[in-house]
């Protein structure tokens, strides 16, 4: 939830208001949250425009390691000097650091993120001149060239520019230095009389840049200018509304521009409420990365929401590339798509003059280093393995968490709960998990139970684990300041909650009243935390009990821009400098607290608000605070997207919206969209009326129904999706470009998706739409109606009807894809369920799958390869099931209980063949319309090997 915006200081007087004010207004309230103007490193950054930069490379400090160089990089206005290191990373991929070279203090460097020290290789010097340096990357003639004056670097692959860096000159790094007004007594005790010989070089207006390098102004030549960086507002305090940021280390923000020759697109950089190819920004502001509880946020703008994944990713017709931003500051970045008819004059290799798109991304943060992991693909997919060999891929979450949520803010209470779970059974329609927010503590102190509405957790959860359901609760990290709360006396006694700028506990203001925020950077804090969700710990809980992390931004009712200070401290880091760190780290901890209640055993689910690079490691997100508005409903589709493409699969949308209540269309156009999404949680405000599915009238909950029995007879793909997700980094919901990288008119396309390579989803998100049309990307391909077996060729826009009960879905020719058609009370009734395998052939009469099977809900998978993965795979009207992970052991009881062969001819028979066994005839139909072969029984067990013939 998000509170209403300027009723924050009626809130800390009357409570209550804030529910009904939440309510009532209409759309965001921008003038909370800062624009690039408001925030002072973002305005001096940006008023910095394209020029020859300033920096020069010092070539005669270079110093190569087998794995790394180091250059001194100087500031020829400043004479500050930087260090810069390049890696040639493992798997395409270089990363460059820039930092002071001799910085005051330390700058931030972002911790947990990267799961390992990536694997470097070797780099070698091709050639050196007094202009620059040419360095090896290895693959495929690719070449590092670092450009001595200005400054540049420039990857290249034969004689293409891949990719460019400080070429538009924006490289500017704010260095540490200290306040002018106190430097007088602050130099003299630090640097003594050295300061006193040094200092007469300063103007009255001059910054004290030689504090910063007053080794610097020993070096010979290198004599400090005066006067080059004048003292701008907002560089020592800011003051934002009525908060004031006092800092202390005064102006400490980066920036790099980066130049993508021959491309007009780029994705990433979640989350913003925006399509997903991402807008030029010039003439708005930049897009914002600074995690923010932002109340009815609006459609189709750069501002900030509650996560960050600081990647970008390029994509042409050639090559798809991404750039790391590894930074948790507040950031910004412009966007500037241009066509150019030159570039790159230093490279006397790049020839010609032809007109070439270009797009530039510049990246602004306020504290911290440069860090940025270039990754040069070439495909789509290279692309993903290399960012999750960086930051991990998606945690694999159990089977029945890819089943139907039903949520509210609130289920009232225990009776509540019994009669919405009944509710389902009456109407026959599956669920998964119920989940209770806030409301259901006592009195917003989390772990705990509300002792009138929620008297006997415990046997309401038995209840619905014997109907093999479950239940979600949420623990939110704002810990209500109460003496008599032992979570909060224990954190407070350990010292674990995060500080303000005077060292004394930080305080704000959330649900719960007054609330301390612990410092989840601490890894004691995080171990106490995760223990806090043992079964002896966490009263009331049970196996069956999930987790759910909101307000983890962190939310600060009373905060700027309805967050934490930013000079509030985190150890001795500032929340400036790890800000976007913090939602990340309440999931971790909360993940490993659901690992270990469990012995190590179980997979844990834990959905989370904030999210940072690295988030997907600890389960799902959703995309917030949404509104029951058509705009929203069709937005969740790119939010998806965008999250997928790094590295983030595990995405969903509140279905129905929010706030406000959706008319039963577009409830029920959600519920269908939904469904197709890879999280599918309905999710209400406090405010709104029950909307729970049977309460539309009899022909809406049959359409609600027929839509999440498709969710459910589906469960088995999207499984193996997640398995993929989970061993390859591969993303689960991925837009047509990924998998048709060659084909331009599926670059911008987001109303539509894959979901795997196979299904094409292309949901109803228009109220009152008679018709859609589809585009089916692939030359030569063939995509088949799910419902109707109608062929479709690629590539084409197909124009077809819709009703009402319309879910447009198509698979791909050439595939084969499992379900579940006996659908139950929940998906973990259906675990042993007989499969059916759909079988899509290609224009070749070719098809392929894949199905995993395990027990759905541990780790035995990996600890024991407890597990069957099959390949399947149709040829020369043969089908044949194989073993894909030999040394793999489990078995199933599930059979193949039918197999749908879609754009067949008629067999003239047709019989299976299990291992060692005896050929046996098989009963088919054969529809001659639809071109569809139906065996049935054919009595084989999903997990051996065996073959069917069709004759
Ligand atoms: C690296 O790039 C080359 C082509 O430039 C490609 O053939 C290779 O598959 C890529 N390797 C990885 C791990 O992405």
Same mark, same amino acid.
């Given at each position: 939830?998000?509170?209403?915006?300027?009723?924050?200081?009626?809130?800390?007087?009357?409570?209550?208001?804030?529910?009904?004010?939440?309510?009532?207004?209409?759309?965001?309230?921008?003038?909370?949250?800062?624009?690039?103007?408001?925030?002072?490193?973002?305005?001096?950054?940006?008023?910095?425009?394209?020029?020859?930069?300033?920096?020069?490379?010092?070539?005669?400090?270079?110093?190569?390691?087998?794995?790394?160089?180091?250059?001194?990089?100087?500031?020829?206005?400043?004479?500050?000097?930087?260090?810069?290191?390049?890696?040639?990373?493992?798997?395409?991929?270089?990363?460059?650091?820039?930092?002071?070279?001799?910085?005051?203090?330390?700058?931030?460097?972002?911790?947990?993120?990267?799961?390992?020290?990536?694997?470097?290789?070797?780099?070698?010097?091709?050639?050196?001149?007094?202009?620059?340096?040419?360095?090896?990357?290895?693959?495929?003639?690719?070449?590092?060239?670092?450009?001595?004056?200005?400054?540049?670097?420039?990857?290249?692959?034969?004689?293409?520019?891949?990719?460019?860096?400080?070429?538009?000159?924006?490289?500017?790094?704010?260095?540490?230095?200290?306040?002018?007004?106190?430097?007088?007594?602050?130099?003299?005790?630090?640097?003594?009389?050295?300061?006193?010989?040094?200092?007469?070089?300063?103007?009255?207006?001059?910054?004290?840049?030689?504090?910063?390098?007053?080794?610097?102004?020993?070096?010979?030549?290198?004599?400090?200018?005066?006067?080059?960086?004048?003292?701008?507002?907002?560089?020592?305090?800011?003051?934002?509304?009525?908060?004031?940021?006092?800092?202390?280390?005064?102006?400490?923000?980066?920036?790099?521009?980066?130049?993508?020759?021959?491309?007009?697109?780029?994705?990433?950089?979640?989350?913003?409420?925006?399509?997903?190819?991402?807008?030029?920004?010039?003439?708005?502001?930049?897009?914002?990365?600074?995690?923010?509880?932002?109340?009815?946020?609006?459609?189709?703008?750069?501002?900030?929401?509650?996560?960050?994944?600081?990647?970008?990713?390029?994509?042409?017709?050639?090559?798809?590339?991404?750039?790391?931003?590894?930074?948790?500051?507040?950031?910004?970045?412009?966007?500037?798509?241009?066509?150019?008819?030159?570039?790159?004059?230093?490279?006397?290799?790049?020839?010609?003059?032809?007109?070439?798109?270009?797009?530039?991304?510049?990246?602004?943060?306020?504290?911290?280093?440069?860090?940025?992991?270039?990754?040069?693909?070439?495909?789509?997919?290279?692309?993903?393995?290399?960012?999750?060999?960086?930051?991990?891929?998606?945690?694999?979450?159990?089977?029945?968490?890819?089943?139907?949520?039903?949520?509210?803010?609130?289920?009232?209470?225990?009776?509540?709960?019994?009669?919405?779970?009944?509710?389902?059974?009456?109407?026959?329609?599956?669920?998964?998990?119920?989940?209770?927010?806030?409301?259901?503590?006592?009195?917003?102190?989390?772990?705990?139970?509300?002792?009138?509405?929620?008297?006997?957790?415990?046997?309401?959860?038995?209840?619905?684990?014997?109907?093999?359901?479950?239940?979600?609760?949420?623990?939110?990290?704002?810990?209500?300041?109460?003496?008599?709360?032992?979570?909060?006396?224990?954190?407070?006694?350990?010292?674990?909650?995060?500080?303000?700028?005077?060292?004394?506990?930080?305080?704000?203001?959330?649900?719960?009243?007054?609330?301390?925020?612990?410092?989840?950077?601490?890894?004691?804090?995080?171990?106490?935390?995760?223990?806090?969700?043992?079964?002896?710990?966490?009263?009331?809980?049970?196996?069956?009990?999930?987790?759910?992390?909101?307000?983890?931004?962190?939310?600060?009712?009373?905060?700027?821009?309805?967050?934490?200070?930013?000079?509030?401290?985190?150890?001795?880091?500032?929340?400036?400098?790890?800000?976007?760190?913090?939602?990340?780290?309440?999931?971790?901890?909360?993940?490993?607290?659901?690992?270990?209640?469990?012995?190590?055993?179980?997979?844990?689910?834990?959905?989370?608000?904030?999210?940072?690079?690295?988030?997907?490691?600890?389960?799902?997100?959703?995309?917030?605070?949404?509104?029951?508005?058509?705009?929203?409903?069709?937005?969740?589709?790119?939010?998806?997207?965008?999250?997928?493409?790094?590295?983030?699969?595990?995405?969903?949308?509140?279905?129905?919206?929010?706030?406000?209540?959706?008319?039963?269309?577009?409830?029920?156009?959600?519920?269908?969209?939904?469904?197709?999404?890879?999280?599918?949680?309905?999710?209400?405000?406090?405010?709104?009326?029950?909307?729970?599915?049977?309460?539309?009238?009899?022909?809406?909950?049959?359409?609600?129904?027929?839509?999440?029995?498709?969710?459910?007879?589906?469960?088995?793909?999207?499984?193996?999706?997640?398995?993929?997700?989970?061993?390859?980094?591969?993303?689960?919901?991925?837009?047509?470009?990924?998998?048709?990288?060659?084909?331009?008119?599926?670059?911008?396309?987001?109303?539509?998706?894959?979901?795997?390579?196979?299904?094409?989803?292309?949901?109803?998100?228009?109220?009152?739409?008679?018709?859609?049309?589809?585009?089916?990307?692939?030359?030569?391909?063939?995509?088949? !109606?799910? *419902? #109707? @077996?109608?062929?479709? +060729?690629?590539? %084409?826009?197909? &124009?077809?009807?819709?009703?009402? $009960?319309?879910?447009?879905?198509?698979?791909?020719?050439?595939?084969?894809?499992?379900?579940?058609?006996?659908?139950?009370?929940?998906?973990?009734?259906?675990?042993?369920?007989?499969?059916?395998?759909?079988?899509?052939?290609?224009?070749?009469?070719?098809?392929?799958?894949?199905?995993?099977?395990? !027990?759905? *809900? #541990? @780790?035995?998978?990996? +600890?024991?390869? %407890?597990?069957? &993965?099959?390949?399947?795979?149709? $040829?020369?009207?043969?089908?044949?099931?194989?073993?894909?992970?030999?040394?793999?052991?489990?078995?199933?009881?599930?059979?193949?209980?039918?197999?749908?062969?879609?754009?067949?001819?008629?067999?003239?028979?047709?019989?299976?063949?299990?291992?060692?066994?005896?050929?046996?005839?098989?009963?088919? !139909?054969?529809?001659?319309?639809?071109?569809?072969?139906?065996?049935?029984?054919?009595?084989?067990?999903?997990?051996?090997?065996?073959?069917?013939?069709?004759?």
């Amino acid at each position: 939830m998000a509170p209403s915006s300027d009723r924050m200081g009626r809130v800390l007087v009357v409570p209550l208001v804030l529910l009904v004010l939440c309510f009532s207004v209409e759309g965001v309230d921008r003038g909370n949250f800062k624009t690039c103007e408001q925030s002072a490193f973002c305005k001096r950054q940006r008023e910095l425009k394209p020029s020859q930069s300033p920096y020069r490379a010092l070539l005669d400090t270079l110093e190569l390691s087998d794995s790394r160089i180091t250059l001194q990089l100087i500031n020829d206005n400043n004479k500050v000097r930087l260090l810069l290191e390049l890696y040639r990373l493992q798997g395409n991929m270089t990363r460059v650091k820039i930092n002071e070279l001799k910085p005051l203090r330390p700058r931030y460097e972002v911790r947990d993120v990267l799961i390992a020290d990536p694997p470097t290789k070797p780099m070698t010097v091709v050639s050196q001149d007094e202009n620059g340096v040419v360095l090896s990357l290895g693959e495929n003639e690719q070449r590092l060239i670092v450009s001595a004056q200005p400054f540049r670097l420039d990857i290249v692959e034969g004689p293409e520019v891949l990719l460019s860096l400080n070429s538009r000159g924006l490289l500017a790094f704010e260095h540490l230095r200290l306040r002018k007004d106190t430097i007088s007594q602050k130099i003299t005790s630090t640097f003594g009389s050295m300061w006193d010989s040094i200092k007469s070089v300063f103007s009255s207006k001059g910054d004290i840049e030689g504090a910063g390098g007053s080794d610097n102004a020993k070096n010979e030549g290198d004599k400090v200018e005066e006067g080059e960086e004048e003292e701008k507002p907002g560089m020592w305090e800011e003051t934002f509304k009525t908060h004031s940021d006092s800092k202390p280390n005064g102006p400490t923000s980066i920036s790099l521009d980066f130049s993508f020759p021959g491309v007009k697109h780029v994705y990433g950089i979640p989350e913003h409420a925006e399509t997903l190819r991402l807008k030029n920004t010039h003439g708005t502001d930049p897009y914002r990365l600074y995690n923010l509880d932002v109340f009815q946020y609006e459609l189709h703008n750069p501002m900030a929401l509650y996560g960050s994944v600081p990647v970008i990713i390029s994509h042409n017709a050639q090559r798809t590339m991404g750039v790391f931003w590894l930074n948790a500051a507040e950031t910004w970045v412009d966007i500037t798509s241009s066509t150019l008819t030159t570039f790159g004059k230093m490279l006397e290799f790049v020839q010609g003059s032809s007109e070439v798109p270009q797009t530039d991304v510049r990246w602004i943060s306020e504290s911290g280093i440069i860090d940025v992991f270039i990754m040069l693909g070439p495909t789509p997919s290279d692309v993903f393995t290399q960012y999750a060999s960086l930051t991990g891929t998606q945690a694999f979450p159990p089977l029945s968490t890819l089943g139907y949520h039903q949520s509210r803010w609130n289920y009232n209470d225990q009776e509540d709960v019994k009669a919405v779970d009944q509710g389902f059974d009456e109407h026959d329609i599956p669920y998964d998990f119920i989940w209770l927010d806030i409301e259901h503590t006592d009195g917003k102190r989390y772990f705990t139970w509300d002792p009138q509405k929620f008297p006997q957790p415990k046997e309401m959860l038995q209840k619905l684990m014997e109907k093999r359901r479950k239940m979600v609760t949420i623990v939110d990290p704002h810990i209500k300041v109460d003496s008599g709360y032992k979570i909060h006396s224990e954190i407070g006694s350990k010292n674990f909650y995060a500080k303000n700028k005077d060292g004394a506990d930080y305080e704000g203001w959330c649900w719960p009243g007054s609330a301390g925020y612990p410092d989840f950077t601490n890894p004691e804090m995080r171990a106490w935390w995760a223990s806090q969700f043992a079964y002896d710990q966490y009263k009331g809980s049970m196996e069956n009990l999930y987790t759910w992390n909101d307000m983890n931004e962190p939310s600060v009712f009373n905060g700027p821009e309805v967050t934490m200070h930013k000079d509030a401290l985190f150890g001795s880091w500032e929340n400036r400098d790890v800000h976007n760190l913090y939602g990340l780290y309440v999931h971790m901890a909360t993940a490993e607290g659901l690992i270990q209640r469990s012995g190590g055993t179980e997979r844990p689910f834990v959905l989370s608000r904030a999210f940072f690079a690295g988030s997907q490691r600890y389960g799902a997100i959703w995309t917030g605070d949404n509104a029951a508005e058509w705009g929203h409903l069709k937005i969740s589709i790119p939010m998806c997207l965008s999250l997928g493409l790094v590295g983030i699969s595990f995405c969903g949308a509140d279905v129905g919206g929010f706030f406000k209540h959706p008319s039963a269309e577009l409830l029920v156009r959600w519920y269908q969209a939904g469904a197709y999404q890879p999280f599918f949680r309905s999710h209400a405000h406090l405010d709104t009326p029950r909307r729970e599915p049977w309460l539309f009238g009899p022909e809406n909950t049959a359409l609600i129904r027929e839509a999440i029995r498709q969710r459910y007879a589906l469960l088995p793909y999207w499984y193996q999706l997640f398995y993929n997700a989970y061993r390859t980094g591969q993303p689960v919901m991925r837009p047509l470009w990924v998998e048709f990288p060659e084909e331009p008119a599926t670059f911008a396309i987001d109303n539509e998706y894959l979901i795997g390579k196979h299904l094409l989803v292309h949901p109803v998100t228009d109220e009152g739409a008679k018709s859609i049309t589809a585009h089916l990307p692939g030359k030569g391909e063939v995509w088949y !109606d799910v *419902h #109707t @077996f109608q062929k479709h +060729k690629g590539t %084409q826009n197909l &124009h077809i009807p819709v009703t009402m $009960s319309s879910i447009p879905v198509f698979q791909r020719g050439g595939s084969i894809i499992s379900r579940k058609d006996r659908i139950r009370r929940s998906s973990s009734c259906m675990e042993n369920d007989p499969y059916t395998l759909y079988v899509a052939l290609s224009a070749q009469g070719t098809a392929e799958g894949e199905l995993y099977i395990d !027990d759905f *809900h #541990t @780790f035995n998978f990996e +600890k024991e390869k %407890q597990f069957i &993965h099959r390949r399947l795979y149709f $040829s020369n009207n043969v089908l044949t099931s194989s073993n894909l992970a030999p040394d793999s052991k489990f078995t199933t009881a599930a059979w193949i209980e039918k197999i749908i062969i879609i754009g067949a001819t008629r067999p003239s028979s047709v019989s299976t063949k299990a291992k060692d066994g005896a050929a046996s005839a098989v009963e088919f !139909d054969f529809d001659s319309t639809a071109s569809v072969v139906t065996l049935h029984k054919p009595d084989l067990n999903a997990g051996t090997d065996w073959t069917v013939t069709l004759q």
